[in-house]
């Protein structure tokens, strides 16, 4: 009997996984690359989800979803736009020092929506970009190209550039007003971008713009565990996808005994310890049917069952505990944490997918939904789109829950492990991969 629970279970984390990657053969250009920030029709591009697809392709060539000729042909494309692409500060341009705008035209890449060049989207792209680096390691010309355009993307970057004179990096910069005025401090999904900037053999920022990162952390208690705050429950998953955090430390996780993985898995049960208390009265949450983050939600006018009208917020960072919460739940959070927490895991996706079946679109989950929503249907309000960038990270972190697989990748990677260097990681694979390149020497 236990077997046959066990199949059932890898059958359908397996089924929503590959459908969570058919987002990106839906919504690409082929000629291109450029992938659709959601399914809605005519919507630009994210670089963000153009990182993720990057790193879904190899994903896909091994679980037999894609021939690794089609990955490489789909990935030198890509590579090909943005290694090629105008950088500047006129309207057609794609990027500027080195940097992306956050949405692109699908069509001619120009830049969409006014947006702002941005340090953490282009981050985004470039771990995918570098994933596929690691991934096509070969020497034949295919893969020694992708190599060669990965490594003119990445060291073309100015990171330094990005510090704006200040000690942490901005978030963004637009060509009529220069830089936004927030930065990236305070614990977020920025670790990341800081890995990156500090290994960067061209435009590298200083040891000491991770530590003016890391001195704004807050941190906080659930029960006797002391835990690092950030609400919005993706913030524990971006970075996480592509670095493998077990057993690495930095000094203020080092400081507490602890790590971001472990710290991920505090996160989740603050999440279901705060569904489950419901301090909202919320309609559906359940210590099974949890997720705050960033998300989509109803618009203001929509009523509520009981007659309760709460505000309700439209795009918003939820989060847990502190809010803010207006009854929008993200469908995906519960199977992202696959890697961290099993149960948390598959109990959450069966008891979502029990209790609103409607939910998912050609079977992946929307960007967020709110039961609390009068509607003809029990899952109430539901987003109309789904999301690229969470389409790509389910199939990140279920690779990486099965097999390790974009985490074995990024630990091989020059890039990654400098730049976890010198912002002062120690400990697990670092230094197991540093006594083996001792013994290779030897």
Known sequence: MLQRTEETDAALVDR???????????????????????????????????????????????????????????????????????????RHAIGYRGFFYHFLHM???????????????TTLLVAGVLTAAAYFDGDDEAE???????????????WHWALNKGETICMGWKPSSGFLRWRWQGYDEAVLLYTLALASPTHPIPQSSYDAFTS????????????????????????HAWIDFRGIRDRPMAARDSDYFRNTQICIEVQRDYA????????????????????????????????????????AARGAPLGPDDGTLAPWCALAALPYDREAAISGTRALLQAYPDLCYEGRFPGGFNPSVKTAGP????????????????????????SDFIWSLMRKSDIIRTGLGRAGFTGGWLEDEAEDEELKIA
């Open 16 to 90: 929503l996984q590959q459908a969570a990657f058919n987002y990106f053969l839906k919504h690409s250009n082929p000629d291109n690359g450029l992938v659709a920030d959601t399914s809605v029709a005519n919507v630009p591009c994210s670089i963000a989800a153009v990182g993720f697809a990057l790193s879904s392709y190899t994903v896909a060539v091994e679980r037999g979803w894609m021939t690794r000729a089609d990955a490489i042909a789909r990935t030198t494309t890509t590579l090909c736009f943005f290694a090629n692409g105008h950088q500047g500060r006129e």
């Open 107 to 121: 069509d001619t890449g120009h830049r969409a929506w006014n947006s702002e060049l941005s340090t953490i989207d």
């Open 144 to 158: 020694t190209e992708i190599r060669r355009l990965s490594t003119l993307i990445y060291e073309r970057i100015d």
């Open 216 to 239: 704004s952390y807050s941190w906080m208690l659930f029960g006797e565990k002391c835990y690092l705050y950030a609400g919005p429950f993706f913030i524990h998953l971006f970075s």
């Open 276 to 315: 489950e208390r419901n301090p909202g009265h919320f309609i559906g949450y359940a210590r099974d049917v949890w997720g705050l983050s960033a998300s989509d939600g109803p618009p203001p006018s929509r009523s509520r069952h009981g007659d309760r009208r709460p505000s309700v917020l439209g795009y």
């Open 379 to 402: 899952e109430g309000w539901v987003d109309d789109r789904c999301v690229g960038i969470d389409q790509g990270l389910l199939v990140m972190s279920i690779e990486n829950d099965r």
